[in-house]
């Protein structure tokens, strides 16, 4: 038999995410401004290259939408980070709530924004392409991977929102551990570029190669969700002792 506090629970919850959604939005224009820059990076193009034999000459100028999705799993962090922090905190409590509904309203304003961010930046890399093809002509553009399929979009897209709700789940703990304790201010970057140091950037290197190398789509979703889960709970149980210590 279901107990009376659930739906209040479940109730509370949905209010502060609707809530988030709308306080929030400033996020979502820092988003659009991100995106707006890199695209404005990436249509001077990443990479040329130059040849020639006799009086024939070639140069090639390769475009991609890397820089968007880069700076947006920027973005995903920093905006993961910020909304732990007390500001963001105290205005919670305009509403009813506890740090159990307000750590699930985060987690599911994180997901939202991280899916939304995923389809953003594909969509950011869609319009490079089509801008390319209308300033320089499709004579001027080499055919092989330019044009995707409907398929190969949503594919895409899917997996930038993964990657973005795996940055957003690494921001929250990184923003709960901070909160919990201040000096893991000074230790966190310690340990990040000290194990840099000491490891010769293998373990970084490994630690993206586990996700960025991965082949097989279902294997890459139980990864990312699975890191995702233990990440956003860790946080949401430093959150509770947070709670209990103020």
């Keep these: 038999?279901?107990?009376?506090?659930?739906?209040?629970?479940?109730?509370?919850?949905?209010?502060?995410?609707?809530?988030?959604?709308?306080?929030?939005?400033?996020?979502?224009?820092?988003?659009?401004?991100?995106?707006?820059m890199a695209l404005l990076f990436s249509s001077g193009g990443v990479g040329q290259m130059s040849m020639g034999v006799g009086n024939v000459s070639l140069?090639?100028?390769?475009?991609?939408?890397?820089?968007?999705?880069?700076?947006?799993?920027?973005?995903?962090?920093?905006?993961?980070?910020?909304?732990?922090?007390?500001?963001?905190?105290?205005?919670?409590?305009?509403?009813?709530?506890n740090r159990r509904s307000t750590n699930l309203a985060n987690i599911a304003y994180l997901l939202t924004?991280?899916?939304?961010?995923?389809?953003?930046?594909?969509?950011?890399s869609v319009f490079l392409r089509v801008m390319q093809?209308?300033?320089l002509g499709?004579?001027?553009?080499?055919?092989?991977?330019?044009?995707?399929?409907?398929?190969?979009?949503i594919l895409t897209v899917t997996v930038a929102s993964l990657y973005f709700?795996?940055?957003?789940?690494?921001?929250?703990?990184?923003?709960?551990?901070?909160?919990?304790?201040?000096?893991?201010?000074?230790?966190?970057?310690?340990?990040?570029f000290g194990s840099l140091i000491i490891s010769d950037a293998v373990i970084l290197v490994d630690a993206l190669s586990f996700f960025l190398e991965e082949t097989s789509f279902v294997i890459l979703v139980v990864k990312i969700m699975v890191v995702a889960v233990v990440l956003f709970t860790s946080a949401t149980l430093l959150s509770d002792r947070l709670e209990v210590r103020v």
């Design 133 to 135: 093809y209308f300033l």
């Design 138 to 153: 499709p004579e001027q553009i080499a055919a092989t991977n330019f044009f995707i399929t409907p398929r190969e979009f």
């Design 113 to 124: 924004v991280s899916i939304l961010a995923g389809v953003t930046a594909i969509l950011g």
């Design 1 to 36: 038999m279901m107990s009376l506090a659930e739906p209040n629970f479940i109730d509370i919850t949905q209010k502060q995410y609707q809530y988030k959604l709308k306080a929030y939005l400033n996020f979502l224009l820092t988003m659009i401004a991100v995106q707006a």
């Design 165 to 192: 709700i795996l940055l957003a789940a690494i921001g929250y703990f990184i923003g709960s551990l901070v909160q919990f304790n201040k000096s893991f201010i000074i230790v966190l970057p310690g340990l990040f």
């Design 59 to 97: 140069s090639m100028r390769t475009f991609s939408g890397d820089i968007i999705v880069i700076f947006t799993g920027f973005w995903s962090l920093v905006v993961a980070i910020f909304i732990t922090t007390k500001e963001y905190r105290d205005g919670d409590f305009i509403l009813t709530a």
